[in-house]
């Protein structure tokens, strides 16, 4: 009976996955952009593992670009002075190489989800230790099996200046060409990209310019450059982001779009940032939509998607990806940040892994 129960389960899942608009296959992103530019998504360690059988099947189809949403981190992979933790990053390796997904390591050098033993570190030698031995370790055991590095996450404030961090603080401003220099004698086989939210808009930009400048002036390899898009469906900077993919390509450099998801709920403040750190307090009216998506909400994120991909395809020979942060609506962190316990929509695929509009739009444009 019980077995009955689960076999029967799956196979309608697998009906509800495999068939759409009136029992036609579902159409796979990848495939649709696989002339234009790498097509990635996040993964947790439940997709990594293969746990869930849902996504094991679904994600080989739909991506071909993986980066680990937080398995990689120095808090996970580096715990503790002396003691690093390889067994999910070792098992996303496998993972890509099964599938072939392009994994990118996300993040070497980044001020947040830092391991509890460099909090409050105040010794400038140890913290340039724990830097050194950091990139050295983990992006030499990877060389050759990431096609790519996120070397420095978010060393910009808004402004364009450098971000005031444990790193800044106890390294001095040239800790950003520093990372980049260590990473390419260790990982000399990777992409190596400074990644980022918000650069996309004129102050950060011209100061993320100005930091790439000044890591090839150093004779330092730079591949790329990485913009998160963490963006607001009603608001979304596209000026700003074409203006961003012309002068960062005059660097030489290859652009992504490298976390994108596109919230619809209310921001708690005036700006927009995807700053981790930042959080505001649960209030109904802060969460409108627990009991589904109004048509009109549906259709601002439909066309924002479309928008964004007609854009990116303009400049697909300087877009080289495209990665989604996260596979469904039900694991988006825009459910937990920067308020937990909200019902967000800011994927191409609802919590039921099925299609939503936006993917629709997305795929029509290949057609
Ligand atoms: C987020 C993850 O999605 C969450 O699970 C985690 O709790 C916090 O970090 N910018 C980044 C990502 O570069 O690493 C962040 O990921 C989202 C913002």
């Not at 068939?19 to 993964?43: C, E, P, R, W």
């Not at 590095?149 to 404030?157: F, G, R, S």
Request: aromatic share 12%; net charge positive; charged share 20%.
């Amino acid at each position: 009976m019980r077995t009955y129960k689960i076999t029967s389960l799956l196979t309608i899942t697998s009906f509800a996955l495999f068939s759409h608009s009136y029992g036609q296959k579902m159409a796979s992103l990848k495939d649709s952009y696989k002339n234009d530019f790498l097509i990635g998504t996040a993964l947790n360690a439940t997709q990594i593992e293969e746990k869930d059988p849902v996504a094991k099947v679904f994600i080989p189809k739909q991506f071909s670009a993986a980066t680990p949403e937080n398995i990689m981190k120095a808090e996970i992979i580096h715990p503790g002075w002396d003691k690093y933790n390889f067994d999910l990053a070792d098992k996303l390796v496998a993972y890509g190489k099964k599938y072939n997904i392009k994994i990118n390591g996300h993040t070497l050098v980044w001020h947040s989800q830092l391991p509890a033993f460099m909090h409050g570190m105040q010794n400038a030698d140890s913290v340039k230790q724990y830097f050194t031995n950091h990139i050295n370790t983990v992006a030499a055991r990877y060389n050759g099996k990431v096609f790519s590095w996120d070397v420095v996450n978010e060393a910009l404030n808004e402004d364009g200046t450098l971000r005031k961090s444990i790193f800044s603080d106890k390294l001095g401003p040239d800790f950003v060409t520093e990372a980049f220099r260590l990473a390419q004698a260790a990982s000399p086989d990777a992409e190596l990209y400074y990644n980022d939210y918000n650069n996309e808009q004129p102050a950060k930009r011209a100061g993320c310019i100005a930091l790439i400048k000044k890591i090839q002036a150093a004779g330092v390899r730079i591949d790329g450059v990485g913009i998160q898009g963490h963006w607001r469906a009603s608001n979304i900077p596209l000026k700003d982001i074409e203006e961003s993919i012309v002068e960062y390509s005059k660097l030489g450099i290859k652009v992504m779009f490298t976390e994108l998801d596109l919230g619809v709920l209310p921001n708690p403040w005036d700006g927009d940032a995807a700053d981790v750190n930042m959080k505001a307090t649960y209030s109904a009216k802060m969460n409108p939509y627990a009991n589904g998506l109004p048509d009109s909400v549906q259709a601002k994120l439909t066309k924002g998607y479309e928008d964004l991909f007609k854009l990116f395809l303009k400049y697909k020979t300087n877009v080289s990806r495209v990665t989604f942060w996260g596979v469904n609506d039900g694991q988006s962190w825009l459910n937990g940040w920067p308020i937990k316990g909200r019902t967000n929509y800011p994927l191409l695929f609802d919590r039921n892994y099925q299609p939503k509009p936006a993917f629709d739009a997305v795929i029509a444009l290949k057609k």
